[in-house]
């Protein structure tokens, strides 16, 4: 079956740094655009980065110039490096994988993992 597993989540100071993983089995790894979300307590999930299978980018202002986002198709993972972190940036991190079109494609979501940045 289709896993999506987060991990590297954890408690951090602001202004450090964490990197995340979500390693995908059961998907054609390579073909499907990958992001990821996040939702904080009281608030709607939100998109923070985007990977597409070709490898463009895109993110969320509130981001922008703090996370990077890349994948590795060699190890079925993909990667959320965030830097400069912010007590806002507190939420639990989702992993997403989607292919194909909005009927009849495919899109799956992993537990998530909490991201804690206070000091």
Aim: hydrophobic letters at 30%.
């Amino acid at each position: 079956q289709v896993q999506l597993v987060e991990s590297g989540g954890g408690l951090v100071q602001p202004g450090g740094s964490l990197r995340l993983s979500c390693a995908a089995s059961g998907i054609t790894f390579s073909v499907y655009d990958m992001g990821w979300y996040r939702q904080a307590p009281g608030k709607q999930r939100e998109l923070v980065a985007t990977i597409t299978s070709a490898g463009s980018t895109n993110y969320a202002d509130s981001v922008k110039g703090r996370f990077t986002i890349s994948r590795d198709n060699a190890k079925n993972t993909v990667y959320l490096q965030m830097n400069s972190l912010k007590p806002e940036d507190t939420a639990v991190y989702y992993c997403h994988a989607v292919w194909g079109p909005p009927i009849g494609g495919r899109d799956y979501w992993g537990q998530g993992t909490q991201v804690t940045v206070s000091s």
